[in-house]
């Protein structure tokens, strides 16, 4: 007699005390020290990421490590709590390398991690906020597309997201997985004016440069395609963030700002767009946490949730972004007020880790559907 087969888990999708209480610690920390003028200032400067509130973030709140076990050097968290993070710093949209080091470049690690050695070395120092690392690929590079872009260590990567400012390049090659260290010898790293001011992209040349063989090519393309999954997946986080604050804001705005003696919120027109956008808000809350529920759980479903997520939330972020420029009128058009840093990240991030398109085409393939 055949078992009866286990129905699927339920994706939790509530936000436990401790992911609140996270949430409540993060916020607190980015509105001392990542408040709207100190971004502005940042994006103005030659250096925008203050090390100061990286150090406050990974190693005062342990951000840096949620996602690493505790007996190599992390907090022993999951993705849900990285989520949470990501969340707030899209509400801010502070400059900080978190996506980069923090997720993919840790998860990268931790698929090679397993027998020690030199990875599980650098997690460690990653763990603790001591050092920073990027996965030396294109920024819009999808789950889909792990290929080593370069042969050996010597080539051009263009495009790779908070290189200028990483102590560690995870360099992939058909050689294997290389640690490179940023200021090695044979290392170019050539800043680019991005459209994002807040999150620096360069390009990468090496020239006879060395480094530590981390892995072999085979494992080197299992273990980026991790990585960006988890950086796809949990970008939905950062991208809900985005569109929360912007409905948020354009909300609280409209109620203030008054036209024919009346609030503007008051007209029937803007109520349907600012009901629109909370709908979709709400739905982009559902996708995020169902993919940062379906990678702390490793599940087999985790690419189709990443894949909808990004699907969807990126779309959102950059129409709610653009909602409120639009609705601030005059001033949502002046540098000094922030909605363009939210707009501008909203769309730098439309195509990170892959294109909407990309990803709707990844879940006609997952569904086995024709493509759209």
């Known amino acids: 007699m055949t078992a009866p087969t286990q129905p699927p888990a339920t994706p939790d999708l509530l936000y436990t005390q401790d992911e609140e209480d996270l949430r409540s610690a993060v916020r607190a920390l980015l509105a001392d020290r990542a408040d709207a003028p100190a971004v502005i200032a940042a994006t103005e400067s030659d250096t925008p990421y203050d090390p100061r509130l990286w150090e406050a973030l990974a190693t005062g709140i342990g951000a840096a490590g949620l996602l690493v076990p505790e007996k190599l050097g992390g907090q022993g968290a999951s993705h849900r709590e990285a989520a949470v993070v990501l969340e707030e710093l899209g509400r801010s949209v502070a400059p900080a390398p978190y996506l980069t080091s923090a997720v993919v470049a840790t998860e990268t690690l931790l698929a090679l991690a397993g027998d020690g050695g030199p990875a599980a070395a650098l997690l460690a120092e990653l763990a603790s906020g001591a050092r920073t690392a990027v996965l030396a690929v294109p920024f819009a590079t999808p789950p889909a597309g792990a290929r080593a872009a370069l042969t050996s260590l010597d080539g051009t990567v263009r495009g790779v997201a908070d290189a200028a400012v990483a102590d560690v390049l995870l360099v992939p090659t058909a050689e294997g997985l290389y640690a490179v260290g940023a200021m090695a010898p044979g290392v170019v790293v050539e800043p680019l004016v991005p459209l994002d001011l807040t999150r620096p992209l360069a390009t990468l040349t090496l020239s006879g440069a060395t480094g530590t063989l981390l892995a072999d090519a085979d494992a080197s393309t299992t273990a980026v395609r991790?990585?960006?999954?988890?950086?796809?997946?949990?970008?939905?986080?950062?991208?809900?963030?985005?569109?929360?604050?912007?409905?948020?804001?354009?909300?609280?705005?409209?109620?203030?700002?008054?036209?024919?003696?009346?609030?503007?919120?008051?007209?029937?027109?803007?109520?349907?767009?600012?009901?629109?956008?909370?709908?979709?808000?709400?739905?982009?809350?559902?996708?995020?946490?169902?993919?940062?529920?379906?990678?702390?759980?490793?599940?087999?479903?985790?690419?189709?949730?990443?894949?909808?997520?990004?699907?969807?939330?990126?779309?959102?972020?950059?129409?709610?972004?653009?909602?409120?420029?639009?609705?601030?009128?005059?001033?949502?058009?002046?540098?000094?007020?922030?909605?363009?840093?939210?707009?501008?990240?909203?769309?730098?991030?439309?195509?990170?880790?892959?294109?909407?398109?990309?990803?709707?085409?990844?879940?006609?393939?997952?569904?086995?559907?024709?493509?759209?």
């Open 226 to 372: 991790r990585g960006l999954l988890a950086g796809a997946g949990l970008l939905a986080s950062e991208q809900l963030g985005i569109a929360e604050w912007c409905l948020t804001e354009t909300v609280r705005y409209t109620r203030e700002r008054h036209q024919f003696n009346r609030p503007v919120g008051s007209f029937q027109s803007l109520k349907h767009r600012m009901a629109q956008l909370w709908l979709e808000v709400v739905s982009a809350r559902a996708a995020a946490r169902n993919a940062a529920d379906a990678l702390a759980t490793d599940s087999p479903d985790a690419p189709l949730a990443v894949a909808v997520a990004q699907a969807y939330c990126s779309g959102v972020a950059v129409h709610a972004a653009e909602e409120c420029v639009q609705l601030h009128g005059g001033i949502g058009m002046t540098w000094e007020h922030p909605a363009h840093l939210y707009l501008k990240r909203a769309k730098a991030d439309s195509i990170a880790y892959g294109s909407a398109g990309s990803h709707r085409q990844a879940v006609a393939e997952l569904v086995e559907l024709p493509a759209p």
